[in-house]
C-alpha cells in the first residue's frame, strides 16, 4: 500500500519555508550559545580600535533603513561633531543591530531612533536605540536580560541576544540599561566609558 502523501506545489513550498526559517533559527541558537560560552571563558576576541561614532551609527542607520516595517520610520539623532572612542566596531555593531532587530519584532508603527549622545560630566557615551513599539512591563525589564527569555514565546529569536550584549558591554567596561513604558515604547543603551581600562587585543 502506497502511503506516501501527496503535496501541492504551495504545500511544498510552505513546508520548506518552514524547514529553512527552524534550521535558521537553530544555527542562530548554536552560535549565540558559542559567542557566550567564548565570551566568558575568556577566547573572544576583541579588537580594540579607536572609531568615530557619527561614521558607526550612520552605517548602521543605512543599512536598516531598507529592514523597516511598513509605517514604521527609522531615525537617527547623532551631533554634529563626532565622538571617537576605543572599541571593537564589530562587537559593538552586534550590540546595536541587536537592539534594532528587537525594535523592528514589537514596534508596528511610529518610529525607531538610533542615535548616541556624550555625557560630559560623566566622560561617558551612551548609544540608544529608542522606539514606540508595545514596551516592557516594569517587572519584567530586568529579567530581558537572562538566558533565554522571551517576551513574547511566538518571536523570532532565541532569547540569549540580550544576554550576549550585556557580557560584551561589560568587557567594554560599560553596562546596558532599558526605559521603557506599556503602550509607549522602550528605550535600550549601552553606556560605555570614554576611555576604557579593557583597551587590549586579546
Not at 109 to 118: D, M, P
Not at 126 to 144: L, N, R, Y
Not at 148 to 157: P, S
Amino acid at each position: 500500500m502506497n502511503t506516501d502523501i501527496e503535496l501541492s506545489k504551495a504545500e511544498r513550498e510552505n513546508f520548506t519555508e518552514l524547514i529553512n526559517t527552524n534550521s535558521d533559527l537553530l544555527l542562530n541558537l548554536i552560535n549565540d550559545i558559542l559567542d557566550l560560552s567564548r565570551i566568558e571563558s575568556g577566547r573572544m576576541s576583541f579588537s580594540f580600535q579607536q572609531y568615530s561614532l557619527n561614521e558607526l551609527i550612520s552605517t548602521i542607520y543605512q543599512t536598516f533603513q531598507v529592514l523597516m516595517p511598513e509605517n514604521v520610520e527609522l531615525r537617527m539623532q547623532i551631533p554634529e561633531k563626532s565622538i571617537s572612542i576605543p572599541t571593537d566596531k564589530f562587537r559593538l555593531t552586534q550590540v546595536i543591530t541587536n537592539f534594532l532587530s528587537n525594535a523592528i519584532k514589537f514596534t508596528q508603527k511610529g518610529y525607531i531612533l538610533i542615535g548616541y549622545e556624550y555625557r560630559e560630566e560623566e566622560r561617558h557615551v551612551h548609544i540608544f536605540v529608542e522606539d514606540t513599539g508595545i514596551g516592557i512591563p516594569k517587572e519584567k525589564q530586568d529579567a530581558v536580560f537572562n538566558r533565554f527569555t522571551k517576551l513574547d514565546e511566538f518571536a523570532k529569536g532565541t532569547g540569549l541576544g540580550l544576554s550576549i550584549c550585556k557580557v560584551i558591554a561589560e568587557r567594554f567596561d560599560g553596562y546596558i540599561a532599558v526605559e521603557s513604558e506599556i503602550g509607549k515604547g522602550s528605550r535600550f543603551s549601552i553606556i560605555l566609558p570614554l576611555n576604557p581600562k579593557h583597551t587590549e587585543s586579546d
